[in-house]
């Protein structure tokens, strides 16, 4: 994908670009012409004072345009204008979202009730809850959310304090027999002791202040019925603030590996296979805050990313103290080091060689090791070999690359060849021995096409496909590709990209925006964290941009490489979806960062005169990838696919109502790969 529209560009300085910089025309050299000089730097400073006027005017009537088109759209539509009122106070709107879509009236309770007599089994879920530090209040609070599940097989395991459970006796409450109170002098003073008494088939961890939903377990034992195999289940959550109110909902994409290297993408709700969490040796210690991410790094290790299956459903309401914090230690460097040393003690025992830094938006960051030897890279260049953008970049690449093992492919029609050769600009590229020119005659533009015939051509390891309108930033960056591509499992990997003027370009691609997908994050300013912090920290997603991406050579020939049927847009799309077809994923890192000038050199795809074709692009997209367009693991479908709205509440999810999916007998979990 190309991306949206490049805002306006800016050439950097190209004084570190050595012998590769385009060189100055002989006019421009020594002692100026006499003749006409005074006339023609009065018209050059007249130009300059207009270009910069109009620069400066040129924004402000795209706004007001867009502001016009924006007010007229919502007066026109009374849903729109409805929906545009109410994101205005997100608050607001998310309780609305709340009362039209979760509530459950008597007749969803009897078909729930209905649903659930079918089933063919009904796991017993063991509850954990520590009582130490609680306030009596919130912790009775907690205990009734428990009491009050819809869904019966349930046990809620508390131990901690002796002063607080013998409260708890007192209560009408600890009449329950599923209520089980574990006191120091029954051996069971930790997790791990009460574990070991816990009688249930799966294991639930609870905090103290925190609530669960009236359907939380119904929704997690249901899709525990349907999908037997399943080892871990996670779930969307909340916060809850001192007055009761939900706020600040969590939409989780499904179970993203290189995300939870991150972040603990996973949080709560969270529900374990006893076995697994057996197998993993219990709950570890030494993690603080971190306790929960070593815990399902540690069960995944023991599963596959089939059996770990999220609940697109807010199931838990985490407690906002009155301090601002949601029940944690208010040192969020305490947590970070927790998070850090259970990311990286994975990484060990999975035998990947890697440090883990903090990053400056407060995620992880894992730092792979190079490999050794160099494995060799095709870097394959389709261009024109026509403009100073291009020279600039290409020469960043041989010039600012600190990797060494790699061949630079430049795919140029043959009617180019000759004019750049004789280029001043070009000139010093061409006679570099790591690049080769490869030679086209078609006359007509086929990305795609060009690319296989790069690849044909290559003799590296991995192929990295690189627009000719994108320049190095970070030197390192193919050492940091490369070493992400290597790991197994990983099929591409793509960088950060921003326009000239540092507002993002490329942070991966969601499908589903604009019917086929869409950049995230695009023309937000550099260092902007987005929603989860997601434009920030590395994940999992199911496309990355042609741009720039490296890819398995041998995974690009197992999937039959660039589909040459989509010449112009969403070629990258499809490529990725091949590759995820074949169980592999696609890695998106802001560790490597690049401008992208974006179509300068071919134009864009949805350019007037390339309209018809992007038009057949896309029905085509719909009909061959229908439904993994509307079902992107990587983006909630609670959040809308609006492009202009990306990653806020969705006003009519994707999910289905409750009472649909229960008489359709569908499945409402989702993993990494649907």
């Not at 005017?57 to 924006?70: D, N």
């Not at 805050?289 to 290790?301: I, N, S, T």
């Not at 208010?330 to 035998?351: C, F, N, P």
């Not at 260092?527 to 041998?554: N, W």
Request: charged content about 25%.
């Amino acid at each position: 994908m190309r991306g949206n529209g490049a805002p306006e560009s800016r050439l950097g300085n190209n004084s570190s670009l050595g012998q590769y910089a385009p060189t100055e025309s002989p006019t421009s050299i020594g002692k100026q012409p006499k003749r006409g000089y005074f006339i023609s730097s009065v018209a050059q400073q007249i130009d300059a004072r207009l270009l910069k006027s109009t620069r400066r005017v040129a924004p402000i009537a795209q706004h007001w345009s867009r502001s016009l088109l924006q007010l007229f759209s919502l007066l026109t539509s009374p849903r729109r204008l409805y929906g545009f009122v109410l994101r205005r106070y997100p608050r607001a709107l998310y309780r609305r979202w709340i009362a039209r879509l979760e509530a459950l009236t008597p007749d969803l309770k009897l078909a729930m009730d209905a649903d659930l007599r079918a089933w063919p089994s009904r796991p017993l879920i063991s509850i954990i809850l520590s009582c130490e530090g609680a306030e009596p209040k919130r912790l009775h609070e907690a205990i009734r959310s428990v009491a009050s599940q819809i869904y019966p097989n349930w046990e809620l395991c508390l131990f901690g304090d002796p002063g607080t459970l013998s409260e708890i006796r007192s209560l009408r409450l600890a009449a329950d027999p599923r209520l089980r109170l574990c006191a120091p002098g029954d051996g069971s003073i930790d997790r791990n002791g009460v574990l070991d008494i816990a009688k249930g088939d799966y294991f639930a961890f609870f905090g103290p202040a925190d609530l669960l939903s009236e359907d939380a377990f119904f929704w997690v034992a249901r899709e525990i019925a349907r999908h037997p195999e399943v080892d871990l289940l996670f779930s969307d959550e909340d916060t809850v603030d001192p007055e009761g109110l939900r706020l600040d909902p969590l939409f989780k994409p499904a179970w993203n590996p290189a995300l939870m290297l991150s972040q603990n993408a996973f949080g709560q709700l969270g529900v374990y296979r006893r076995e697994i969490v057996e197998q993993a040796g219990g709950l570890g210690g030494g993690y603080e805050a971190g306790q929960d991410h070593d815990l399902v790094l540690r069960c995944a290790e023991r599963t596959i990313a089939e059996n770990i299956r999220h609940i697109p459903r807010v199931l838990y309401h985490r407690r906002k103290l009155s301090s601002g914090t949601n029940g944690k230690p208010s040192d969020a460097s305490l947590v970070s080091r927790g998070d850090r040393q259970a990311i990286s003690d994975h990484l060990q025992r999975i035998g990947i060689r890697a440090s883990v830094i903090e990053t400056a938006a407060g995620g992880c960051q894992v730092q792979y090791e190079v490999p050794q030897p160099l494995p060799f890279v095709s870097i394959i260049v389709p261009s024109t070999l026509s403009n100073a953008v291009a020279a600039i970049c290409l020469a960043s690449v041989l010039m600012k690359s600190t990797y060494r093992e790699f061949e630079l492919l430049i795919l140029v029609r043959s009617s180019h060849v000759s004019r750049a050769a004789g280029s001043c600009e070009f000139a010093g590229i061409l006679a570099d021995p790591r690049v080769r020119i490869i030679q086209y005659q078609d006359a007509q533009f086929n990305f795609s096409r060009i690319c296989n015939l790069g690849e044909r051509s290559a003799r590296g390891r991995f192929v990295c496909f690189l627009n000719d309108d994108v320049e190095v930033i970070t030197h390192d960056w193919l050492e940091r590709l490369v070493s992400r591509a290597v790991l197994d499992g990983v099929g591409a990997v793509g960088p950060m990209l921003y326009y000239p003027n540092d507002a993002i370009q490329h942070a991966g691609v969601v499908l589903g925006i604009g019917g086929v997908a869409a950049h995230v994050f695009a023309g937000r300013p550099r260092g902007f964290r987005g929603y989860l912090s997601r434009a920030c920290v590395e994940q999992d997603y199911s496309c990355v941009t042609g741009a720039c991406v490296v890819i398995k050579r041998e995974m690009f020939e197992a999937v039959g490489g660039f589909d040459e049927s989509l010449p112009i847009a969403f070629n990258d799309v499809d490529l990725c979806l091949k590759i995820r077809r074949k169980g592999a994923r696609i890695v998106w890192t802001p560790s490597v960062e690049m401008y992208h000038y974006e179509s300068l050199t071919f134009g864009r795809h949805d350019a007037p005169q390339r309209l018809k074709q992007f038009l057949c692009d896309c029905d085509a997209m719909r009909r061959r990838w229908g439904a993994a367009l509307d079902s992107d693991p990587s983006y909630n479908p609670n959040l809308d696919l609006a492009g202009s709205q990306m990653f806020s509440l969705a006003l009519s999810p994707r999910l289905p109502p409750p009472k649909r999916i229960l008489a359709d007998r569908e499945s409402i979990s989702r993993t990494s790969h649907n």
